[in-house]
């Protein structure tokens, strides 16, 4: 089953506008159920018939992969596709896509059920996996720019830091959106900052 949460075939302006129109319903559901979509729940909300959902998506799958595909775009778009201050050196501009990656999961409440893992649909943990692995490589290549700058140990493997600092990220995150009571901002960075400093480190010149 294909669950690239694509359009499929080419679709009229009014398709266009009911297949959009299905996946803000389903996200809609998601939130308010705190991770559970039931077909029934989101053609109410969509005003539109079931057939209308297994037209544009195939299955409950398909759809549920087109929301999660939906809030990754927004995610990459508002973090790892942002140009920060090419002036400041990489550890400025770090902290800076850190404070944006930050506010982003906080202010979307999506992300409390997409990261938060309270969404249990087989597609969404299979999209997710896949998009993880997508921020990894724009972060491995991330790293290798700070190495190049002279500013990350050059010996470290610029793939296996990423994996491991967006791994405890996404975890230490996680765990944060679960809470009734998420931590500060502040407190967040504070702390993934020192993680990242932990995980990554920094280049350092030999006395001679």
Known sequence: MDLAGG?????????????Q???DAAREELIDTGGVLEVAGVVRRAEVSPGLLYRYFGSKD???????NAFYDDYDAAVFAVVLDPDAGWSARERRRLE???AFLCDDPLAR???????????AAQVDAERLAG????????VAHGQRAGEIDPGV???????AFLGAFREWMGEALRRDRVPSRRALLDILV?????IIPARVELAR
Not at 157 to 163: S, T
């Open 7 to 19: 359009p499929g075939p080419t679709l009229t302006a009014r398709g266009t506008v009911t297949r």
């Open 21 to 23: 129109r299905l996946i």
């Open 62 to 68: 398909g759809l549920v992969a087109a929301v999660v």
């Open 100 to 102: 944006r990656e930050i």
């Open 113 to 123: 059920v997409i990261v938060g893992r309270r969404l249990r649909e087989g597609a």
């Open 135 to 142: 921020q990894i490589r724009l972060a491995a290549r991330n």
């Open 157 to 163: 493997d610029a793939n296996l830091v990423a994996a």
């Open 194 to 198: 020192r993680l990242g400093d932990s």
